[in-house]
């Protein structure tokens, strides 16, 4: 398989402060790979725009062949990218089913109408571990499942990419091995994942490739193995983590 997307040179200045500078790397089809870096390093940003809420300041975003840089962010559900965000926000005021069915009625299912988004929803819930809690309003349900939430409401849209922001973050180490169990029967179904995570573990056991940043610049690409023998990356990354 080839690579489903590819950053190439993207840059990031906000007033004159560099926020990611000429970073490049390839995501491959079918695959998981994780960004990691210290806060501050320009995960994020760099998420911003290959998710099209920021526009690049120069470099080109490259998903399955085609040229998406700065290409508006409503458009990306129909070719198939979906994201979560590190601040969840579910809809209040809705059960978590619904919530999952909105995601669904905007989705590349193309759902004719409620009843079908529904029941998509509910295949979406059997797989997030969700279903039980169907009929709960998000309010009510703790950091771990409210996370399950925004990306069960994220697959209803059945994306080919899934940008990842650091969803295990605030877990316990159990309910981070469900997450990384999760993760990985998502990307067995054929979804290729790229996500940024702070917890090591995590990245050692579901990423094939890894690449890290450190002050808005990549500093190191490879095989979870590789990327925490290095020594650059120990001294400015993985040193800080085990002193933290």
Same mark, same amino acid.
Do not use: C
């Given at each position: 398989?080839?690579?489903?997307?590819?950053?190439?040179?993207?840059?990031?200045?906000?007033?004159?402060?560099?926020?990611?500078?000429?970073?490049?790397?390839?995501?491959?089809?079918?695959?998981?790979?994780?960004?990691?870096?210290?806060?501050?390093?320009g995960k994020t940003t760099l998420f911003n725009m290959v998710s099209?809420?920021?526009?690049?300041?120069?470099?080109?975003?490259?998903?399955?062949?085609?040229?998406? $840089? /700065?290409?508006?962010?409503? *458009?990306?559900?129909?070719? %198939?990218?979906?994201? &979560?965000?590190?601040?969840?926000?579910?809809?209040?005021?809705?059960?978590?089913?619904?919530?999952?069915?909105?995601?669904a009625m905007y989705g590349r299912k193309q759902c004719k109408n409620l009843k079908q988004a529904r029941e998509y929803a509910e295949?979406?819930?059997?797989? $997030? /571990?969700?279903?039980?809690? *169907?009929?709960?309003?998000? %309010?009510?349900?703790? &950091?771990?499942f409210k996370k399950r939430l925004e990306v069960a409401r994220a697959?209803?849209?059945?994306?080919?990419?899934?940008?990842?922001?650091?969803?295990?973050?605030?877990?316990?180490?159990?309910?981070t091995d469900d997450a990384i169990e999760l993760f990985r029967k998502i990307n067995e179904k054929g979804t290729t994942i790229l996500l940024i995570e702070h917890v090591m573990r995590a990245v050692a056991n579901l990423c094939q490739k890894v690449v890290v940043m450190h002050h808005g610049e990549k500093i190191a690409e490879g095989t979870p193995e590789q990327v925490m023998n290095d020594p650059?990356?120990?001294?400015?990354?993985l040193g800080k983590e085990e002193q933290g």
């Open positions: 398989m080839g690579n489903i997307l590819e950053i190439q040179k993207l840059s990031k200045n906000f007033k004159g402060l560099k926020a990611v500078s000429d970073v490049s790397f390839s995501v491959e089809e079918g695959k998981i790979t994780g960004l990691i870096g210290s806060n501050g390093a099209g809420v920021f526009p690049p300041t120069s470099g080109k975003v490259i998903y399955k062949g085609q040229d998406i $840089t /700065g290409m508006q962010p409503y *458009k990306y559900t129909g070719i %198939g990218i979906a994201r &979560t965000f590190q601040i969840m926000k579910p809809l209040a005021h809705m059960t978590v089913l619904e919530n999952v069915a909105s995601g295949e979406i819930l059997e797989l $997030t /571990g969700l279903y039980e809690k *169907k009929d709960w309003l998000p %309010g009510n349900m703790g &950091t771990p697959l209803a849209t059945d994306p080919d990419l899934l940008l990842l922001d650091e969803v295990m973050a605030g877990l316990n180490p159990t309910e650059y990356v120990i001294e400015i990354y």
